[in-house]
């Protein structure tokens, strides 16, 4: 199965919009105390901010992403990044203690990982894809 950039573009800006519209409703635009409560390092209301600024830069990037291949590696270790906290995160804490504090904050702590671990892998397919064009 051939996947054309048209495609990709897409898989960036649904990449930016997770981050973006994720963070804005789940913090209910930066106003969710709970969230930060339960990780105030990645998670500070300056953490979701940076969240949501990443989500912009994916879909800046969208429509020539093939011409940055070295910054779409740095979204790949990014998203690493913070997948590998999530996961170190859910074994670490009771995902029902945020959910009975606060249903929004529970759902957010939920799926970020999740999507994290996607878009890693996503971002790290266009990476090789982009390597392995460049050495043909």
Known sequence: MK??????????????????????TFSRIFTNPVITEFDNQAMSNFGLLMIVLWGFAYITVSKNFYNLKWLVAVFTLEKLIYATHWTKWMTTNNLTDVLEKDKMAGIFYTI?????????????FVFIRLTRERLN
């Open 112 to 124: 970020y990982g999740i999507n994290d671990w996607i878009f890693f892998v996503f971002f790290l």
């Open 3 to 24: 996947i054309n950039n048209e495609l990709l573009t897409k898989g960036f800006i649904v990449a930016g919009l997770m981050n973006i519209s994720g963070v804005l």
